[in-house]
């Protein structure tokens, strides 16, 4: 065995520097003859023109089964949620077509025309924007998750739900936003002493409204209007969203109209009968706004194949609403051992970290788990510990680690483990 | 006048830290009187159900005008290039459905099942590889752009053209790209002591090949198969492509399908018939690969119009193939002073950087223009220097410094100054 082969810990996990070193290859996936080169490498493509340049491209329709999942209410079909394919994605970044969705009453169409944003409340003067206006503001750019309070809920389900992994855990998804902080906009208003909240609303038909700590506003929020470069899509926001970095996702009001300064919450529908939970000592735990650190591997995951025993990178994704992510570690036997997962840079606060690291399969049974750690300290738990914590009657802030097993035909499939 | 909005440079540039510091307001947008506030907020939106949840996305109609602007060959509309539009566009990325493009015979529609890559030439044993092999391998993400060598080349013309700044320099674009790095599949082929070269050919009804030095596709060359996290489209390559960090754009050839390694360069079409300029000293200059260091702002630019005198945030992109962009420079005096712009974080190399600076219009006549410098010591330079250098029958690798000039009614266009 090669040197560089040595396992680092159990289940065959090597060291995560391993495939930069050179002359080390790879070499475990079937490569065609020689003999049959020549024919193999031919393509139709290369016999007839292709087609016409384009002003705006799409995927390729070979890739027509990479698509947000859509679970809409029969009766209300604008009430509903969409996942995104994180099983099928590599990188850091979401494409915006492919952006995870919660919408209440559907999604407006609205002309930037006709939209307007109020600031009011505990201000010295009340302000009212024409997006126009705002466009001309200066604006910062920062990379940032957004994740809905309610994703991988299925987790707290008694058995393990058989799903992909981003129709489980995909209502998270990262992109490059950029906008005007709104300390700026609130700063030109006025802020009355009294103020402690912030009450946002969206111009959508279910007038959406939730409560934030002013505090927070001005530390770190953005009134979004560029997502990835372009203009913000009308499911996430168009013309405006509120971008709150690491907080639950429904903060992140889309088409934003109105932000109201107050002394206290509003007690909105979304701060009450939702994203409030009884705890197992019988205390409601309300306001719990930061997205816990999680991570989540995406290859192997279920519903993949592992077609020959071999080296293998396994890879995923890490986040954390507290901060930075520090530390990925990745075992392949239960949990009995760990190696550290190279953590792909840039890494970023606030934002979807991407690990990899070195995989030897032996073809047998195998149970695969990754743990994230950020810079505040804070690990991924166990699944029994989330629940020792939180009771068997979550629904939110599911964040446990995640287990794929492997079966020895390779197969994957999620496990409690 | 605040003590903040003294100048630090010519025409009214101020320290590119003003917009963080606490207390400055913003107030030269005219802002609607709080009188109108509660009708003017209202919006139809909110008076009927919106749309349903969609598998995948695309922009609101409201920005139909955001579009690559194509100019194909009427003859063989698969033959010519598409811009992408950066005067409308913000942060680092570009959004997949806008990357420029540049096409000899077209866009091929390839089935990924039946594309093969061939790695062979000077090799200890040729490879072929079907794609779902390849997509089993080790991949590393990177922030990088692609630039046409030809990008900006209407900047040689005696008369400064009158375009929107994405339509005329937009043949650079900016994505996360994620594949394998070559060299680990070149090792795995056992490189023989000879090759010098690396011949890369399409898919494509044109065949498009071109010679690399092996030195480059050891050193940071990538198979790339994801772009901004999803499989790279058809315009750009689908179902994979190499990637060239920092290198003329025509080198990180589409539809791969072989890399030849050899001992010297092919004299291909695009490494001899073009790609090669004559100098005034009567040499030609061959395999100038290295995209310069090159700025530009992006807002204000032609097309767009100042309202008002007052604040204003000068915003644009800066770029270089020799590494990382350090410092970029903005003057609104044209040129006689400058001022440090503040540089988006990550600033990452061979990669977009946006830059920001705040300016205070006095509603006179201003020249604004930027120069980008890298970490390696390259400044952008002036159009005389690059004309000085390089003699003006150039086409390729122009990336003088761009003027723009305000006129006293907010109007904005390109000048040579």
Same mark, same amino acid.
């Given at each position: 065995?090669?040197?560089?082969?040595?396992?680092?810990?159990?289940?065959?996990?090597?060291?995560?520097?391993?495939?930069?070193?050179?002359?080390?290859?790879?070499?475990?996936?079937?490569?065609?003859?020689?003999?049959?080169?020549?024919?193999?490498?031919?393509?139709?493509?290369?016999?007839?023109?292709?087609?016409?340049?384009?002003?705006?491209?799409?995927?390729?329709?070979?890739?027509?089964?990479?698509?947000?999942?859509?679970?809409?209410?029969?009766?209300?079909?604008?009430?509903?949620?969409?996942?995104?394919?994180?099983?099928?994605?590599?990188?850091?970044?979401?494409?915006?077509?492919?952006?995870?969705?919660?919408?209440? &009453?559907?999604?407006?169409?609205? /002309?930037?025309?006709?939209?307007?944003?109020?600031?009011?409340?505990?201000?010295?003067?009340?302000?009212?924007?024409?997006?126009?206006?705002?466009?001309?503001?200066?604006?910062?750019?920062?990379?940032?998750?957004?994740?809905?309070?309610? &994703?991988?809920? !299925?987790?707290?389900?008694?058995?393990?739900?058989?799903?992909?992994?981003?129709?489980?855990?995909?209502? @998270?998804?990262?992109?490059?936003?950029?906008?005007?902080?709104?300390?700026?906009?609130?700063?030109?208003?006025?802020?009355?002493?009294? @103020?402690?909240?912030?009450?946002?609303?969206?111009?959508?038909?279910?007038?959406?409204?939730?409560?934030?700590?002013?505090?927070?506003?001005?530390?770190?929020?953005?009134?979004?209007?560029?997502?990835?470069?372009?203009?913000?899509?009308?499911?996430?926001?168009?013309?405006?969203?509120?971008?709150?970095?690491?907080?639950?996702?429904?903060?992140?009001?889309?088409?934003?109209?109105?932000?109201?300064?107050?002394?206290?919450?509003?007690?909105?529908?979304?701060?009450?009968?939702?994203?409030?939970?009884?705890?197992?000592?019988?205390?409601?735990?309300?306001?719990?706004?930061?997205?816990?650190?999680?991570?989540?591997?995406?290859?192997?995951?279920?519903?993949?194949?592992?077609?020959?025993?071999?080296?293998?990178?396994?890879?995923?994704?890490?986040?954390?609403?507290?901060?930075?992510?520090?530390?990925?570690?990745?075992?392949?036997?239960?949990?009995?051992?760990?190696?550290?997962?190279?953590?792909?840079?840039?890494?970023?606060?606030?934002?979807?970290?991407?690990?990899?690291?070195?995989?030897?399969?032996?073809?047998?049974?195998?149970?695969?788990?990754?743990?994230?750690?950020?810079?505040?300290?804070?690990?991924?738990?166990?699944?029994?510990?989330?629940?020792?914590?939180?009771?068997?009657?979550?629904?939110?802030?599911?964040?446990?680690?995640?287990?794929?097993?492997? !079966?020895? /035909?390779?197969?994957?499939?999620?496990?409690?483990?």
């Amino acid at each position: 065995m090669h040197d560089e082969l040595k396992p680092i810990a159990g289940g065959g996990l090597l060291d995560r520097r391993l495939f930069l070193k050179k002359g080390l290859t790879f070499s475990s996936i079937a490569w065609l003859a020689p003999s049959v080169m020549a024919e193999e490498v031919r393509s139709d493509a290369m016999t007839r023109p292709g087609r016409a340049l384009s002003n705006y491209g799409k995927p390729s329709n070979y890739e027509n089964k990479v698509i947000r999942w859509t679970m809409g209410n029969a009766a209300a079909p604008g009430n509903g949620v969409s996942w995104t394919p994180l099983h099928a994605l590599e990188g850091m970044i979401t494409p915006n077509g492919l952006h995870f969705e919660r919408h209440h &009453n559907g999604v407006p169409d609205i /002309d930037p025309q006709y939209h307007h944003l109020l600031i009011h409340g505990l201000v010295n003067r009340a302000l009212v924007f024409r997006i126009e206006d705002l466009l001309r503001y200066p604006m910062t750019s920062r990379y940032c998750f957004i994740e809905c309070g309610g &994703n991988s809920n !299925a987790g707290w389900h008694s058995e393990p739900m058989q799903t992909e992994a981003g129709y489980f855990h995909g209502m @998270a998804s990262c992109s490059e936003w950029t906008g005007i902080p709104v300390k700026m906009l609130f700063n030109e208003a006025g802020i009355k002493g009294r @103020a402690k909240w912030v009450i946002a609303e969206g111009a959508d038909a279910s007038m959406m409204n939730i409560s934030l700590p002013l505090e927070k506003v001005l530390d770190d929020c953005l009134l979004a209007f560029y997502q990835n470069g372009e203009r913000i899509r009308p499911e996430n926001g168009y013309p405006v969203r509120l971008l709150v970095p690491g907080w639950e996702g429904v903060l992140n009001v889309k088409w934003l109209r109105r932000l109201r300064l107050t002394n206290r919450p509003v007690m909105a529908r979304n701060e009450t009968a939702k994203y409030t939970e009884l705890l197992p000592n019988g205390m409601a735990e309300q306001f719990s706004f930061v997205m816990g650190v999680k991570s989540l591997i995406t290859r192997p995951s279920y519903g993949q194949q592992l077609d020959n025993p071999g080296l293998y990178q396994i890879t995923g994704l890490a986040w954390s609403g507290h901060g930075k992510i520090v530390k990925v570690e990745v075992s392949a036997d239960g949990g009995k051992s760990w190696a550290d997962a190279q953590l792909q840079e840039p890494v970023l606060s606030k934002c979807f970290t991407r690990f990899r690291i070195p995989w030897q399969w032996d073809g047998k049974k195998a149970v695969l788990k990754s743990r994230a750690i950020d810079d505040r300290g804070n690990q991924q738990p166990e699944r029994y510990e989330l629940i020792q914590a939180k009771g068997q009657q979550g629904y939110f802030h599911y964040n446990a680690i995640v287990s794929w097993a492997i !079966a020895d /035909d390779g197969s994957v499939s999620h496990v409690y483990a």
